[in-house]
């Protein structure tokens, strides 16, 4: 998946942002391997806020995709919801280094045209707890769990994937 955006902050705790993903996947089909194209333009709102040490953060965006099906694109529009906590465990007091917990989850919702995806209008659920380290205010080390809950068009995929994740804030 290759995403990209511009993004305005109003100040510390909320920004908005618009942008673009190109998402492509290989699929098994009976005899051969396809190559299913996914476009989709999104508009996103996000809130960061600080409650004492836990670090809060509320994502809502809007995705307009384009998947393409055979020789046509069928559109759709999809809702996502996310929240997360990072709360210190072991920490110093301005929490710029030290030993962290992650929890977070996040909704999808195909608000318009859901016929176009899976048919269903709560498409997936991807539920994350992890365990990091924040060597200073720019970098953290992290390994979780994701419970990955996806509804395809007659069955329900679920995933579980550990993670590891270098972020750094340049």
């Known amino acids: 998946m290759l995403r990209s955006a511009l993004a305005y ?8 942002a618009v942008g673009y993903a190109y998402k492509g996947d290989w699929e098994e089909a009976p005899l051969q391997l396809n190559y ?34 055979e020789e046509a694109f069928d ?12 709360i210190p ?15 977070q989850n ?9 016929e176009n995806v899976n048919n269903h209008f709560l498409e997936q659920n991807r539920a994350y707890v992890s365990i990091g380290y924040r060597w ?4 953290d080390t992290e390994i979780g769990y994701y419970n990955w809950r996806q509804k395809e068009e007659d069955q329900s995929t679920t995933s579980n994937v550990v993670q590891l994740m270098f972020t750094t804030s340049f």
């Open 36 to 69: 299913q194209i996914e476009h989709r333009i999104y508009q996103q709102y996000l809130y960061s806020h600080n409650l004492k040490r836990t670090e809060l953060t509320v994502r809502f965006r809007l995705e307009q995709r384009l998947v393409k099906e």
């Open 89 to 103: 465990v072991s920490a110093n007091k301005d929490f710029s280094k030290g030993l962290y917990t992650a929890l």
């Open 9 to 16: 902050n109003f100040n510390d705790e909320h920004s908005v």
């Open 106 to 114: 996040e909704v999808f919702m195909n608000v318009q045209h859901k």
């Open 75 to 86: 559109f759709s529009q999809r809702l996502r919801s996310f929240l997360s906590f990072q």
């Open 136 to 139: 200073n205010k720019k970098i």
